[in-house]
Antibody, heavy 119, light 107 residues
Framework: EVQLVESGGGLVKPGGSLRLSCAAS????????MNWVRQAPGKGLEWVSS????????YYADSVKGRFTISRDNAKNSLYLQMNSLRAEDTAVYYC????????????WGQGTLVTVSS | DIQMTQSPSSLSASVGDRVTITCRAS??????LAWYQQKPGKVPKLLIY???TLQSGVPSRFSGSGSGTDFTLTISSLQPEDVATYYC?????????FGPGTKVDIK
């Protein structure tokens, strides 16, 4: 069974940093592209970042480019999101999501971790 | 960047009704269009990809159509368990933008 479990969320002050993790199991993690998608309270879905299976290709939404860094450790079956210079508008539930082969859709999602940016 | 719009933003229909949601891309995206269902308090679920291909396990009352810039998600006979917000998403190239969502509830 595919499982994605996010951790690392919490309350942080504006300008602060946080590192999210996503632990994957139930599939060959090193063969799949992975993503972060966020959802602000009461709002819609926003794609944040994607990373290919070997980390060769990385993409970011304009809203986080230069502040967030996606990475993965295939030996540890883990995905990460380093978030710096956090702003109030980054407050959201952050989901880890898997891409099926050859498509940037999201076929499995974690339960999400809440990041709150507030003074 | 390509923008995604959806209409309507919300709708209310009776059980058994046929429901149609429209998604429009600001530029052509061929058939690189997916639909997701997010029930209240739950994680999003992939319903349809490649504009019209049903994800495994999704009931056949859901269908998708379209290509280029205009796409449609249809629920042929609305069921109480279909109460949710539905999102379209483009995936031809980054950014993999979602539409703003359409909230569906029961009249």
């Amino acid at each position: 069974e595919v499982q994605l479990v996010e951790s690392g969320g919490g309350l942080v002050k504006p300008g602060g940093s946080l590192r999210l993790s996503c632990a994957a199991s139930g599939f060959t993690f090193s063969s799949y592209s992975m993503n972060w998608v966020r959802q602000a309270p009461g709002k819609g879905l926003e794609w944040v970042s994607s990373i290919s299976s070997s980390s060769s290709y990385i993409y970011y939404a304009d809203s986080v480019k230069g502040r967030f860094t996606i990475s993965r450790d295939n030996a540890k079956n883990s995905l990460y999101l380093q978030m710096n210079s956090l702003r109030a508008e980054d407050t959201a539930v952050y989901y880890c999501a898997r891409c099926p082969p050859r498509a940037a859709t999201f076929d499995y999602w974690g339960q999400g971790t809440l990041v709150t940016v507030s003074s | 960047d390509i923008q995604m719009t959806q209409s309507p933003s919300s709708l209310s229909a009776s059980v058994g009704d046929r429901v149609t949601i429209t998604c429009r891309a600001s530029q052509g995206i061929s058939n690189y269009l997916a639909w997701y269902q997010q029930k209240p308090g739950k994680v999003p679920k992939l319903l349809i990809y490649a504009a019209s291909t049903l994800q495994s396990g999704v009931p056949s009352r859901f269908s998708g159509s379209g290509s280029g810039t205009d796409f449609t998600l249809t629920i042929s006979s609305l069921q109480p368990e279909d109460v949710a917000t539905y999102y379209c998403q483009k995936y031809n190239s980054a950014p993999f933008t979602f539409g703003p969502g359409t909230k569906v509830d029961i009249k």
